[in-house]
Every structure is written in C-alpha cells, then in structure tokens.
C-alpha cells in the first residue's frame, strides 16, 4: 500500500513539467506581446544587482591580477634559470674559444721558428707547471719515444725556455732559465761582454761574472755564447731590463709564466752534459754479491 506522501511526490514530479512548459510559452507570448514591458523589468533587474556585480567584480579582478603577477614571475624565473645555463654554456665556450687561439698563436710562432743548425727538432705540448717559490720547471708531453733526450734545449719562436733534465719515455721536465739551479753561458750583444746567466726563481734572472759590468745599459740584448757545448751560440734569451749591484737583471724575451707550446731542439750538443746512470737488476745484485764477500772478509 503506497503512503499519502509518497502519492503527493509522484503527483508533483507528473504535473512539474507541463506546468513549466506552460509557464515558459506563457512568458515568451507575453514577451512578444510587450516587449517594453519586459525591457523595463530585465532593466530594473539589472539596476538592482549592479552594486552588487560590481562589489563582486574587485575582488575577483584583484584575484585574476594576482594570479597573472604570480604566472609572471614563475614564467620570468624559469627564463632567468635558462639565460644563466645558455650564460655558463657560452663562458665555457669562449673560454675554449680563447684556449684555441693562444695555442694557434703559439704553433704560427713555432712554424716560423725553424732552429738554425738543428739537427732535429720536436713540438710539445705543456701538460704540468711547476712553478713556485722554489723551483721553476714544466713538463712537456714528449719523451724518449719522440726521440728526446737530457740535455737539449728547448725554445719557443720568441727565444730561450731552459733544457732538459728529466726525460721519461712520453714525458719530460723542463728547467727554465729562471730557476735556481740554472747556469746559462751568455754575451751581451752590443758589448760583446760576456756572462753568465743566473736564475734565482725570480722573473728575471741575473748577469753574474761580467768581464766589464759598465759596458751593460739597458736595453741590451742578451744571448747565448755557446760556451761549455750546451747550447749554440746566438740564441736570443732576453734583454736587460734593470742595472742593479748585484748584477743587471735580464727580462727573458718568452713569457715564462703562459708557455703552451715549446720547441725541443736537438743542436748535436746533448753529450756535453752527464747522463743519468741506469742502474739494472744484474748490477744491483752484483753490487750486494761484492758487498756481501767484503763483510764476510
């Protein structure tokens, strides 16, 4: 048995759509009976709710701004991480740009650099700088499998480096002019005053042992004599740059401190110096076979 309310509902959901339906033609009639009429409502109704669209319309204009702002700076954030990427993907471009043309550069020089009476000569690469306050070397990646060996000179197209004092099979050391333990026989150009160039792991090396030490101004140029058979006479080493007491310093004509590419030159000069002694096995266990019958003696 079906209660009164729900008879009461399903009477209202069968007669709710056809009174809509009535009521909807009733208005558009209506509407095309007296359109003046109906303007004036809509018009009255649309007075009536302006203050209220308007008071709504500055909050939501404020929220429309603010989340326009917030997109701005989020979409101005990601272009600045973008511009500092392609910023460090350029630096690292020019620095590699840069690297490139100071090595061309130095090769152009090196080119033009054809060592007079050489026997032979050899281009390497600067792979280590030892530079410091106490020594003053550089390691070249070339050894005694490109034919190098202790005691050759090595160059650039602008004059003298130093020579070699350690070489291995694929690289080798380099003892600049500058350091302390390096003793170049020189002659000063002009004068023809002969001495020795001292390093003292400084900038500029000294003139020591001048023959007439009042014949030097500045100025001079500085090169090698080809005494004690290390290198040729007429390599260019420098020029004096200062006159002090304890002997005239000479600014070396290679910038020391940027050497990239180097020249070692062969001038058929390298026995003047002693090689290393090789000690090998056999000779190490000959020499504990000697020591041991002389203890048991």
Do not use: C
Not at 97 to 117: I, Y
Not at 228 to 257: D, K, T, W
């Amino acid at each position: 048995m079906i209660r009164p309310s729900a008879q009461f509902r399903a009477a209202v959901q069968r007669t709710t759509p056809p009174v809509l339906i009535l009521l909807s033609a009733a208005i558009i009639m209506l509407g095309k009976a007296d359109e003046a009429m109906f303007d004036s409502v809509r018009t009255r109704i649309a007075d009536t709710a302006a203050p209220a669209l308007d008071a709504l319309s500055w909050p939501l204009g404020a929220a429309g701004s603010a989340v326009d702002r917030v997109r701005g700076v989020f979409a101005m954030y990601q272009d600045n991480l973008r511009l500092e990427r392609e910023n460090e993907r350029l630096l690292q471009w020019q620095q590699i740009a840069l690297r490139l043309t100071a090595d061309n550069r130095q090769l152009r020089g090196l080119l033009k650099a054809v060592p007079d009476g050489a026997v032979s000569y050899v281009t390497a690469r600067v792979i280590a700088n030892s530079g410091g306050g106490y020594v003053r070397t550089v390691m070249i990646n070339a050894g005694n499998d490109a034919g190098l060996v202790r005691g050759q000179a090595v160059t650039t197209g602008e004059g003298l480096v130093g020579r070699l004092t350690e070489v291995g099979s694929r690289a080798a050391r380099v003892l600049l002019i500058t350091d302390l333990n390096s003793r170049i026989p020189v002659v000063v150009e002009s004068s023809h005053v002969s001495a020795v160039l001292a390093g003292d792991n400084s900038e500029r090396p000294r003139l020591v042992y001048l023959g007439e030490s009042n014949a030097v101004k500045i100025g001079d140029r500085v090169v090698t004599s080809g005494e004690g058979g290390v290198f040729p006479p007429g390599l260019p080493v420098g020029m004096v740059a200062a006159l002090n007491p304890a002997g005239p310093r000479v600014e070396p004509y290679v910038e020391l401190s940027q050497l990239g590419h180097v020249l070692v030159v062969d001038y058929g000069l390298s026995t003047a110096l002693p090689q290393p002694v090789t000690v090998t096995p056999h000779a190490v266990r000959r020499g504990k076979q000697v020591a041991g019958d002389e203890a048991g003696r």
